[in-house]
Each structure stands twice: as C-alpha cells, then as structure tokens.
C-alpha cells in the first residue's frame, strides 16, 4: 500500500517555474515507477511524466517536452515535477501515481496508461495566469 500527497501547485504567471513534490508512504517506494498526470479544465486527465525506480529511465508527453522534469529522491520517498516556462494551457490539477509495473527483466519500460496505476494522490492545483 502506497499513499501519495502531493504538494507545490499555485497560482504562477506564464513563463514562471513551478516545482511539484509527491511524498509517498511505505518502505518500497523505490520498487514503483512514478507518474504524472493533469486534469485541465473541462478536459481528460492525461499523462504528463514518468520515471523508472531509480530515476534514470524518464518520459514526457509532447506537450511539456524540454520544459519539464521528472525526478525522484528515494531516500525521501519523493517524486518531483520541475515545471519551467509555463503556459496558461499547463493550467490544471497535477495528480502524481505509483504503478508497480514496469519491468521487463531488468530492463524500465515506459507506463503511460492511466489504468496501469494502482496508487493516487488527491492533486494539486497549478494555475498558469497570461
């Protein structure tokens, strides 16, 4: 069992930086692939970012491609999302998840579907003013 609290979003003029935390419970954080997904107004929840147990495997959707980061902190059972050169499109709640897929041997592969994510934060509200 995982629980995720998310914490870092607020209201931010475009162009600004934003960084997201996830703290999570439990002793085996580092055996689940973190994600990040957003919900925008009026829309779909959609993914955003994720990263393999170590942090070394990362993936971006299109959308925020070269403008944010995905990172992780083991040690302190902590998924961040480096947001950087905003838009008023980003504008959405962030929600972070944990997936325990993933491995393919020892090999990371990407998991990008919503479903494929057992555990879920309540979210966090980032507003991208114009």
């Known amino acids: 069992q995982v629980q995720l609290v998310e914490s870092g979003g607020e209201l931010v003029q475009a162009g600004g930086s934003l960084r997201l935390s996830c703290a999570a419970s439990?002793?085996?954080?580092?055996?689940?692939?973190m994600g990040w997904f957003r919900q925008g107004p009026g829309k779909e929840r959609e993914f955003v970012a994720a990263t393999s147990w170590s942090g070394a495997g990362t993936y971006y959707a299109d959308s925020v491609k070269g403008r944010f980061t995905i990172s992780r902190d083991n040690a302190k059972n902590t998924v961040y999302l480096q947001m950087n050169s905003l838009k008023p499109e980003d504008t959405a709640v962030y929600y972070c998840?944990?997936?325990?897929?993933?491995?393919?041997?020892?090999?990371?592969?990407?998991?990008?579907?919503?479903?494929?994510?057992?555990?879920w934060g309540q979210g966090t509200q980032v507003t991208v003013s114009s």
């Open positions: 439990g002793r085996t954080f580092s055996s689940y692939t």
């Open positions: 998840a944990a997936s325990t897929l993933g491995a393919l041997g020892s090999t990371w592969y990407v998991v990008r579907r919503q479903t494929d994510y057992e555990y």
